[in-house]
C-alpha cells in the first residue's frame, strides 16, 4: 500500500476465523480501516465490533466467498461504505482431509471453492479498485501445503499450491498498475481449522496437537505470528517485496 497506514482501507476476507481475526487486530493496532468478510456473518460482526470498542473503524461483511456475484457486491459496497480500497488480505480457505479415494467430487469442489475460487473471485474484483487507487497490496494464505505436500489432505494441498501460483502470476500481471502480491504459508495454527482436522482424521486433539508440534521449533504457531507476517507484507516496510512466498511455519517445511 502507498501512504500512512493509517488511512488504508483494507478488506480481510475470513476475517472471522483464528487467523483472519487476528489479521484484523493487528491491522486495527496500524488504526487502518478494515472490511471483515466472512460467511459467518455473527462472528465477523463480533471482531468488528471488537476492534471499534478498541477505538479502530471496521465494518462486519456477510459474503459466500465462491459465488462471483457475492464477491462483486461485497467489493462495491465497501468501497461505497469506504471511498476506496488499498489493500486485501484473503485468509478465507477451508479443510477436508482425506487421499484421493477418500475425497467425494463435491469435498474437491468446496475445497477449491473455499480456498482458491475465493482468492480468484476477490482479486479479480478488488484489482480495478486497487489500481484507481494508483496501487495497493495483496496478501493471500496459502500454507506450507501449497508447497510440499501433506498426507490425506489431497485437494487442500492441490488448491493452495494454485494460491501459491495465482499470487505470483498476478505479481507479474499487475506490477505496472503499482500492486503488489505477496503469499504467506502457514504450518499448523492453534485455531480450530486443526480441531476440525483432528476430528475428521478421528483423532484425539490433544494427539494431534502433540504431532503438528514435531518441527524444528516444537511447537504450533499462533494466529498473532501469522497476523504479523501479514502486516508486514500488507504495508510500507515491504515495498520492493512481490511475488514472495513467506513461509511461517516453525522451520515445518524444512
Ligand atoms: N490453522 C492452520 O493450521 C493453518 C495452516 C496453514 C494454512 N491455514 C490457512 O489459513 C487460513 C485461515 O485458517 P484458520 O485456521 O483461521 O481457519 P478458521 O476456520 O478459523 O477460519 C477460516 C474462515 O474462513 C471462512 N470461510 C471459509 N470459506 C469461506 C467462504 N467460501 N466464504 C466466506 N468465508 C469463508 C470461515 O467461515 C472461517 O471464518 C485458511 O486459508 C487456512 O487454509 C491455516
Sequence with gaps: MNGP????????????GG?????CRRLADHRTTLAVADRDVESA?????????????????GCDLSRPEEVEALVACVV???GALHGLCTVAGSI???DITELTPADWRATFEDNLD??????????????????????TIASGWGLRAGRRAAAYCAAKAGVVMLTQAMALDHAS???RANCVAPGDVRTSMLEREAHQLGRPVAEFYEEAADRPLGRVGEPREIADAVSFLLGEKSSFVTGAVLTVDGGGTL
Design 80 to 82: 461505497e461504505r469506504f
Design 5 to 16: 497506514e493509517a488511512d488504508r482501507v483494507v478488506l480481510v476476507t475470513g476475517g472471522a
Design 177 to 179: 498498475a503499482g500492486i
Design 19 to 23: 487467523i483472519g481475526s487476528a489479521v
Design 45 to 61: 460482526r463480533e471482531i468488528a465490533l471488537e476492534v471499534r470498542s478498541a477505538g479502530g473503524r471496521a465494518e462486519p461483511f
Design 118 to 139: 475465493s482468492v480468484f473471485l476477490t482479486c479479480r474484483a478488488a484489482i480495478p479498485q486497487l489500481a484507481k487507487e494508483g496501487g495497493g497490496s495483496i496478501v
Design 96 to 98: 477436508r482431509r482425506g
